[in-house]
């Protein structure tokens, strides 16, 4: 069975593009949640979407956003980069049972750098 | 939401047991997770338990739960050098669709 699948995995990008990012969550998972980590603030979370529907939002700007397909695939963007927006993307996939999320799945990650 | 801390740094002797420790605030987390990150990868899901469990035991990882103290914590039976690496616990409720992660704690086996 595969994992949790991102792409790219790695990102160089200029302060003010914009940027997407993609994620494959496992067969069958319907939930994927996204989360930044950076030395400085640790594991922050983004976004989880299920069946394309946004069901919770971290505490960042609106310049990042998602959204997630039919087959449950996801991508999040990031518009007017920062040069503080350089991070590890994670991406995980989650079980679901009567609409509740269980174990977490994480993608190796895309690494962006906004120089 | 949730906060969780735990001790940043962990060194023990190859062979050895590893215990790493972990506190949460939010009494109503449903799920309390431990995840091993190796330099440049992605998160691996270790194992989990569930709130209303006291222990779960998986090969050489065993988790305690103490629900009173708010307290999570990873024993890694007969360390060896690949268990070098970063472990992040993690809480969450299943209806909140987020986990909040500690800071992480560095394990570094010595020989």
């Known amino acids: 069975k595969a994992g949790v699948t991102q792409t790219p995995r790695y990102l160089i990008k200029t302060r003010g593009q914009q940027v997407t990012l993609s994620c494959s969550p496992i067969s069958g998972h319907r939930s994927v949640s996204w989360y930044q980590q950076t030395p400085g603030q640790g594991l922050q979370f983004l976004f989880e979407y299920f069946s394309e529907t946004q069901r919770n939002k971290g505490n960042f700007p609106g310049r990042f956003s998602g959204r997630q397909f039919s087959n449950s695939r996801s991508e999040m963007n990031v518009s007017t980069l920062e040069l503080g927006d350089s991070a590890l993307y994670l991406c995980?996939?989650?079980?679901?049972?009567?609409?509740?999320?269980?174990?977490?799945?994480f993608g190796q990650g895309t690494r962006l750098t906004v120089v | 939401g949730e906060d969780v801390e735990q001790s940043l740094f962990l060194s023990v002797r190859e062979g050895d047991s590893s215990v790493i420790n972990c506190t949460y605030t939010d009494s109503s987390s449903t799920y309390l997770y431990w995840y091993k990150q190796e330099p440049g990868a992605g998160l691996q899901l270790l194992t989990y338990?569930?709130?209303?469990?006291d222990m779960k035991q998986d090969q050489r990882l065993t988790v305690l739960l103490n629900k009173k103290d708010k307290h999570l914590s990873l024993r890694i039976a007969d360390t060896q050098t690949g268990d070098s690496a970063i472990y992040f616990c993690?809480?969450?409720?299943?209806?909140?669709?987020?986990?909040?992660f500690g800071a992480g704690t560095t394990v570094t086996v010595r020989a």
């Open positions: 338990i569930f709130s209303n469990m």
């Open positions: 993690a809480g969450g409720r299943s209806n909140d669709y987020k986990l909040s």
């Open positions: 995980a996939s989650s079980l679901t049972s009567g609409g509740l999320n269980t174990e977490a799945f």
